[in-house]
């Protein structure tokens, strides 16, 4: 398809090529043109960018799609293998109940309509891992259609269409690295259930599909439908790329741009393409739909092959597998089985926690952090404090270690009784915070308030201990105070930092200035 460029300020072929075995020596309308060209700007901002990713993600079953080999990752090369995986003659296929269960969670939790009759089909192709011939999918009836993942991006919340979920059959792996000679086969994934998740095109921008990568993975991961690990390839996604004039309604010519092992460069790979499309189109040349990938070292993408016309799939349906039918009462199971969502949770800790957007959001990040907080607000209902503790020293310890929420060794009691020690007014949240903390994390055994007494940091709130630290350091500065009184206010900090000093940190410091601002006025 041609793009429109007529508005384009300044159109020109590509510029001269120098050949290397000869000297070649410009002529002036030349020179002319070449420098025309180095000065043509682009206009990109003129067009837009279309996008639609192909998410794959493998399900967390026991066993496979259609047998009872092992479905976990990695293992020795073809040790969760059997006859069925193998395809040989006279096996047939039989149901994973399980990964229909995980497919209706997904689907209901993007808010998908969940098709009850269900067929699967034989998708044929010819492929060395896929020992079969065939690829069974499901073609005319996606388990899960319409739908939609929710995005936000600079504070702009934009639904992205889904045009279908389906159930399908991962192929095993071709390793060409590992003999000089041959390729060799693993089936270990061959047979591992798949659900393909199909966008419309509607994302515009890298960020936009950023954010849509990052939601659905935070949500596969929230039902526990699949791990969403990236790098291991049991999320794996394809983006679909193109670009038109702005106000164009017609979709330009796509290119598919796969080995996308991360987030990052799934948005590397498109703003590329971006870039390269417009580039093409600008130079008023035609987009050949192709599939390219992405080579990540160079930073580039790379043509694997051309896709001018449709593949035949020659599609029919599976006639080992019957259809399968799903029950209302199946559905209504499933559906009770699901947890509560994030975005339920982020309004119920606005609205009844009061906490702020930004706060609701932080916790609703992942389902360990939901998880950890509401067994935290058991043991208090500081719930601000709670969120404080969570995403500050929490947090911060557990990046600084490398270590997930899930393998954290304190347990959600001993932050609610750091909370409490602070509200009893025993330390502040400065010394909770250091001292206590790590000293905690030192003997996990511990209660709170056992360290904090042990390394003698139980503040002093006794009033007479300190006033008599308070009018020691009024009296060491009458200097001080006479500026104080004369209106350098400021000074109070000074004052207090020396109480503090005294005190040795026990002071309890809210007192502190309360005395010192009566003493001095
Ligand atoms: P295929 O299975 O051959 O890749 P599909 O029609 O299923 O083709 O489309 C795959 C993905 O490509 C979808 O996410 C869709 O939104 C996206 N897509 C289709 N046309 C375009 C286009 N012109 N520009 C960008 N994305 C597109
Ligand atoms: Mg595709």
Redesign the pocket.
Known sequence: MKQKVKSTPLRLRSPPVVEANHLYCYNLPEIVYLIAYLCAVIQYDKYEAVIGL?VHAQLLTKSKLFCGDSAAFGGDPNTHISPITLAHPGTLPMMNKQAIEHAIKLGLTLRCDIEQQNYFARKNYFYPDLPKGYQVSQHTTPICKNGHVKIKVEDTERNIRLNRIHIEEDAGKSLHDVDENFTAIDLNRAGVPLLEIVSEPDLHSSDEAFAYLTELRKLVRWVEVCDGNMEEGSLRC?A?VSVRLKGDIKLGTRV?VKNLNSIRNVKRAIDIEIKRLIEIVESGNKVIQETRSFDADNNTTFSLRSKEEADDYRYFPEPDLTPFNITDEFLQQVKESLPALPEALEKKYKDVFQLSDYDAQMICQDKTMVDYFEATIKHSNHYKAVVNWLIGPVKSYLNHHNIELNGFALKPQQIAALVQLIDDGKVNFNIASTRIFEALLKETNKEPLQIATELNLIQDSNADNLAVWVDEVIAKMPDKVKEYKSGKKGLIGLFAGEVKKISKGKADMQLVNKLLAEKLN
């Open positions: 192909e394809d679909n598919e």
